[in-house]
């Protein structure tokens, strides 16, 4: 059975979109994963098919039914392995260690929330896993979703052209990737690093590794903290 991300909306016609172009719409055409993209609405009972009502105590806008939304997610029938995710701003930003985790697994279902979000009660009754892409508010989960699965896709077996690619990338080690420079030898003056031309393999990888730690320090301390902190060896006294 190939990755399968499993996406709840209320607008299944946003679906593939993006992820219908390049790799990884060609992994979708060749079926290393797959897109199963339901309508919320489905699960709707009354004669308007309404999902979503005002909120409880007060306040502007919309919130989606906890029961139209149990219902969505129980006719799924995803097996129990499954992780069940819901977008949301709240939830635990998304990593590209969780990205790797979910990507190695059966692939997700994935709650898009929309107006001012869910009841609180779903989130709870279904064990859904809050996830964030970032510390801004989007109108919709559903691009959202697409950006985490985007992330899982390129790391399947057989979507990316070489290998290692996804090993030495951003964030992989806890750094960010070294610049990288292609042709021409020359542009608008700027040279090569000579360093890259050099053949050196050990010099090359040095270079990057120095690059990587210094990006990483200037752009973002709080990943070089972490990268140092996580790496401290552990005092032998500790539990
Ligand atoms: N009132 C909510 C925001 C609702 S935005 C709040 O203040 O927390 C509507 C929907 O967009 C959310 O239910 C969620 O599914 C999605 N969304 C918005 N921002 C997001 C983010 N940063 N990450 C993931 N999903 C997000």
Not at 129 to 141: A, H, K, M, P
Not at 161 to 171: D, I, N, R, V, Y
């Amino acid at each position: 059975m190939s990755w399968r991300a499993t996406v709840l909306t209320l607008f299944p016609e946003m679906f593939p979109g993006p992820l219908g172009v390049s790799l990884a719409g060609r992994a979708l055409t060749s079926d290393i994963w797959q897109l199963d993209v339901r309508d919320i609405r489905a699960s709707a009972t009354d004669k308007h098919r309404s999902v979503d009502d005002t909120p409880a105590g007060g306040g502007p806008g919309m919130v989606l039914r906890a029961d139209i939304l149990a219902a969505a997610i129980d006719a799924v029938g995803q097996d129990t392995s499954s992780p069940r995710l819901l977008m949301s701003p709240r939830g635990r930003p998304l990593t590209q260690t969780r990205v790797v985790e979910l990507a190695e697994g059966p692939g997700p279902l994935i709650v898009c929330g929309r107006f001012e979000g869910v009841d609180q009660r779903v989130i709870e009754a279904r064990g859904l896993e809050e996830v964030s892409i970032g510390d801004y508010v989007l109108s919709g989960g559903e691009l959202g979703a697409m950006v985490l699965i985007d992330a899982c896709i390129r790391l399947l077996p057989g979507v990316m052209g070489k290998l290692a690619s996804g090993t030495e990338e951003s964030f992989s080690d806890g750094l960010l990737e070294y610049p990288q420079y292609t042709r021409p030898q020359t542009f608008e003056g700027h040279g090569i690093p000579d360093v890259l031309t050099s053949g050196d393999h050990a010099r090359v990888e040095a270079w990057r590794r120095a690059q990587a730690e210094s990006l990483t320090r200037s752009r973002r301390p709080d990943l070089w903290a972490a990268r140092n902190g996580s790496r401290t060896p552990k005092n032998t006294t500790d539990g």
